[in-house]
């Protein structure tokens, strides 16, 4: 089983999508993984505007909760993913090496148009990382 970690800072918006996208997509595409999410400094909650953006598109966000990154979440992953946070290697509770960083906006704030914007990018990421992860090792 591949395992994934979604890292952003606060936990409450894009690696909290990212995460419910993904594990929503790999059971009806039948890959052998699955994604956890966690923020350098877990927030309080999530943010309330993503989770309207992800109720649109039928998926709920209403029973997860924001996580703190911890050295055993990052030992546990096969790739760690940030969404492009900038994470503070010297306030970051856990050592990793980065795989990969989505580079998206931060929905704190925004109007829900943007964090549509921003879910959507998440979406269209999720799904070609599925890709790369549903094609056999050579």
């Known amino acids: 089983m591949t395992r994934v970690l979604f890292v952003c800072v606060h936990n409450a918006g894009r690696s909290q999508m990212a995460e419910a996208m993904f594990n929503r997509m790999v059971s009806s595409r039948g890959i052998d993984a699955h994604s956890e999410s966690a923020g350098t400094i877990a927030g309080k909650a999530i943010n309330p505007t993503a989770v309207l953006a992800m109720s649109e598109i039928g998926i709920s966000l209403e029973a997860h909760q924001p996580k703190l990154i911890t050295q055993e979440r990052v030992d546990a992953a096969d790739l760690v993913i940030s969404m492009g946070c900038g994470v503070d290697a010297a306030a970051c509770p856990a050592r ?9 906006e931060d929905p704190a704030g925004q109007p829900i148009e943007t964090v549509r914007q921003i879910r959507d990018q998440i979406q269209s990421r999720v799904e070609a990382l599925l890709d790369r992860l549903a094609v056999p090792a050579r």
């Open 96 to 104: 990793f090496i980065l795989a990969e960083d989505w580079e998206l």
